[in-house]
């Protein structure tokens, strides 16, 4: 009989180590190696060189091999298709995770109700919650189709079995760090068995051709908790955004083997669940009050979408020798980047001043399409004036010398300014040559001075 060995296991990364030691040497972290039992495997050699050289599989030039679209199930969700590249890819392995109570279940079972109804059998296999608590919320959202399956289960192994009786077309686990394998020794959430139930469910997903959706838990610094192999994995990674009190919440894709990964979905939260925003610039905007000092609306492309939105600055003078820099919705290092260049280029004192920035609604600005609207909303909170004119969207990327940097997909965000009714649009010059959209004031700047003379 083979002989078991101890290692120790860090829980952060993922890291082995034959003794313990206080801090990992992979990831730095203090206190994270966890003892576990590692049971080597009864497969000699040369059992694996026979199945090897009974292998079908045979290495063909890319020429031979026909490509095309991979199948993909219809969710019933627009937004959810959306950021998943058109729908879900059969024998795929998506993980969605999030915040607690940020509406991952409720999707979830949302969709695997408008699933059943489709495509047949739906498994909900649940290792959080009861059956009926699943069925307390199905029947406030209405998802109570005859071919929709809970399970309360943790054991992998019965998992299985549970999925070879019922051949579903749709697979959801609740949640990957409650599930464990019994040959594991180590308890359910730990690297090993977050990392061995990962590669069973994989299994799964590839010989029984099954989409499957986990999901995960995150840590208090809001990344993906668990090992890091888990990302790489999966085909897809999802991420809810969004705060618990607001109404609006943002899926965002952050890996797609199946599509692009600049795509988010727009939800709004409600009694009945998670309702689509097929129109997101409107509900962003819904209660901007316009031409407000310190306040200002920017436009943003989300993969194939352009999105408006209302930024909010506030820049008040402060005794304290170390001013408070606080950004919701916007990169803290971007706004210092933005301050510096305002300080240096337009000689606005902000060292003695605390400055709070804020995107209305709960989205995240990714990239830098937002810099200009960001540095004229402190701009005037600084000053403590309006701007001369009603109704104004700033477009463009700010470079460390002041220049005005010109942005992709100009046109598209100037389009949806006109469709919401704002006339006002500033824009890198640069940019205005290739925008032909016509009765509107568009205003081509190459300088943030340029701006402040055309603007104040």
């Avoid at 192999?229 to 955004?241: A, G, P």
């Avoid at 952050?254 to 600049?262: E, Q």
Wanted: aromatic share 6%; charged share 25%; hydrophobic share 35%.
């Amino acid at each position: 009989m083979a002989k078991i060995k101890s290692v120790f296991i860090c829980q952060q990364c993922g890291y082995e180590s034959p003794k313990w030691v206080g801090k990992c040497p992979s990831c730095s972290s203090w206190n994270s190696l966890v003892e576990e039992q590692k049971i080597p495997s009864n497969i000699s050699n040369s059992t694996f060189n026979k199945g090897y050289a009974s292998s079908s599989q045979k290495p063909r030039s890319i020429k031979e091999i026909k490509s095309g679209e991979a199948e993909r199930l219809d969710t019933g969700i627009s937004e959810l298709n959306r950021v998943l590249g058109g729908g879900l890819v059969k024998g795929s392995l998506t993980l969605i995770s999030g915040d607690p109570g940020i509406g991952k279940s409720t999707l979830l079972l949302q969709t695997a109700n408008n699933i059943s109804k489709k495509y047949g059998k739906v498994l909900y296999v649940s290792g959080e919650e009861s059956e009926e608590q699943i069925k307390i919320r199905g029947d406030r959202l209405g998802a109570i189709c005859d071919d929709l399956y809970i399970v309360a289960e943790t054991n992998l192994d019965n998992i299985d079995v549970h999925i070879e009786n019922m051949n579903p077309s749709f697979v959801i686990i609740d949640s990957i760090q409650t599930l464990f394998k019994a040959t594991v020794t180590s308890a359910p959430g730990s690297v090993s068995q977050v990392r061995e139930c990962s590669n069973e469910l994989m299994r799964m997903a590839k010989t029984k051709n099954i989409p499957f959706f986990i999901v995960a838990h995150v840590t208090k610094q809001g990344e993906l908790a668990g090992p890091r192999v888990l990302e790489h994995m999966v085909d897809t990674v999802l991420y809810f955004e969004g705060e618990r009190s607001e109404e609006f919440r943002i899926l965002r894709t952050i890996k797609n083997r199946f599509g692009t990964t600049s795509e988010i979905g727009v939800f709004e939260m409600r009694q009945e669940g998670l309702m689509e925003v097929y129109d997101p610039s409107k509900i962003f905007l819904e209660d901007t009050n316009y031409n407000q000092e310190g306040s200002i609306i920017v436009g943003i492309m989300e993969g194939s979408r352009p999105i408006l939105v209302e930024v909010q600055a506030l820049v008040t003078e402060t005794k304290s020798y170390n001013p408070r820099r606080t950004a919701v919705g916007i990169d803290v290092q971007r706004l210092n980047l933005i301050l510096a260049v305002l300080e240096k280029k337009l000689k606005i004192p902000f060292y003695n001043c605390d400055v709070y920035v804020n995107v209305v609604g709960g989205l995240n600005l990714q990239g830098t399409m937002g810099d200009l609207g960001v540095a004229l909303a402190l701009i005037s909170s600084a000053k403590g004036s309006c701007f001369n004119m009603e109704k104004i969207i700033a477009i463009g990327e700010i470079g460390l010398t002041g220049e005005i940097r010109p942005v992709i997909s100009c046109e598209r965000i100037v389009n949806e300014a006109s469709k919401m009714g704002l006339n006002n649009i500033i824009i890198p010059q640069r940019n205005i040559e290739k925008v032909n959209v016509k009765g509107l004031n568009l205003l081509g700047i190459k300088s943030l001075k340029e701006a402040l003379g055309k603007i104040f």
